[in-house]
């Protein structure tokens, strides 16, 4: 069968402006049984979109007595309003903070720990929902910004945090926390929570079946920005000044005296010469 995803009563195109199409050939070895059909796509960012059902064609080929083989119909489903046929597509907006929820720059340490604030709508009441954040890199390259790659942990493997939810209303907002070594990265790199969320569905699909991402390594309300202690002692800069200031104050005060006591002089020493005279 070949079955293809529409949105209404609109075909979903591809970038071609060619319907998604997916088809299963198969040989029965039974008289009941199951097969999966797969469509493979990408919908842009700002996509209004919010389901997806799949309509299904079943079609057998048949050779007659001529030894002419034709395809003919068999069977249909086609119903937008099959629930069982539609996946419900998330909206995520996403920001990523220190551990109090405003911080958009974190310190170099050993451990730190960063959250991830997710923002969902068009969720599916009932539904139970898994929400996985990847921690990447980024950086500047020829003056652009460029991902790093992702971040890695002591062990090797990618710093992620994962939540499990049932959604209780079509909206509402779930946190995920991170714990990161940022002790060896460098003065104003970024890190940036790529995002995506899976609905478990009927649970044939492994890993559930994706309805939303978040993945923008230029996206500021996804980053945090790492900054390295200042290695001038700020501290002992505003002593010596102090310092300084107070210091010289008493010199200061001591050769304004002396002048006016030297005018003085002047002032009498001309005052005695002219009677004198």
Same mark, same amino acid.
């Given at each position: 069968p070949d079955g293809k995803d529409v949105e209404k009563a609109t075909a979903l195109l591809d970038e071609n402006a060619k319907e998604i199409v997916g088809e299963t050939r198969f040989t029965p070895s039974?008289?009941?049984g199951e097969v999966e059909v797969h469509f493979t796509f990408t919908l842009p960012v700002d996509t209004d979109i919010t389901k997806l059902v799949a309509f299904e064609t079943f079609e057998q080929e048949i050779t007659d007595s001529e030894g002419k083989t034709k395809t003919v119909v068999i %069977?249909? +489903?086609? *119903? /937008? +309003?099959?629930?069982?046929?539609?996946?419900? &597509?998330?909206?995520? @907006?996403?920001? /990523?903070t220190g551990a109090d929820k405003k911080a958009k720059e974190v310190k170099a340490d050993s451990k730190? =720990?960063?959250?991830? $604030?997710?923002?969902?709508?068009n969720a599916v009441v009932g539904e139970e929902y898994t929400i996985t954040g990847e921690m990447h890199r980024k950086g500047m390259k020829d003056g652009k910004v460029v991902d790093l790659g992702v971040l890695m942990n002591a062990d090797g493997k990618p710093v992620t945090a994962t939540t499990t939810f049932v959604a209780k209303e079509t909206s509402g907002t779930v946190a995920l926390?991170?714990?990161? *070594? $940022? !002790?060896?990265?460098?003065?104003?790199?970024?890190?940036?929570?790529? =995002? @995506?969320?899976?609905?478990?569905?009927? %649970? @044939? $699909?492994? %890993?559930g079946i994706v309805v939303a991402k978040h993945e923008d390594i230029t996206d500021a309300s996804?980053?945090?920005?790492?900054?390295?202690? !200042?290695?001038? #002692?700020? $501290?002992?800069t505003d002593v010596t000044l102090e310092t300084a200031v107070h210091t010289f104050?008493? #010199?200061?005060?001591? /050769? &304004?005296? &002396?002048?006016?006591? %030297? &005018?003085?002089?002047?002032?009498?020493?001309? @005052?005695?010469? =002219?009677?004198? =005279?």
């Open positions: 039974e008289r009941n %069977g249909r +489903h086609e *119903d /937008l +309003h099959d629930e069982a046929q539609t996946v419900s &597509l998330m909206d995520i @907006k996403t920001v /990523l730190v =720990e960063l959250i991830d $604030t997710v923002d969902y709508t926390s991170f714990m990161v *070594d $940022t !002790s060896k990265m460098k003065d104003g790199e970024g890190l940036v929570a790529f =995002e @995506k969320a899976t609905q478990k569905g009927d %649970g @044939k $699909t492994e %890993g996804q980053t945090v920005v790492v900054k390295k202690a !200042s290695t001038t #002692p700020n $501290t002992v104050a008493v #010199p200061v005060a001591t /050769l &304004l005296a &002396l002048s006016m006591v %030297g &005018l003085s002089v002047l002032a009498l020493y001309r @005052k005695r010469k =002219e009677d004198a =005279e």
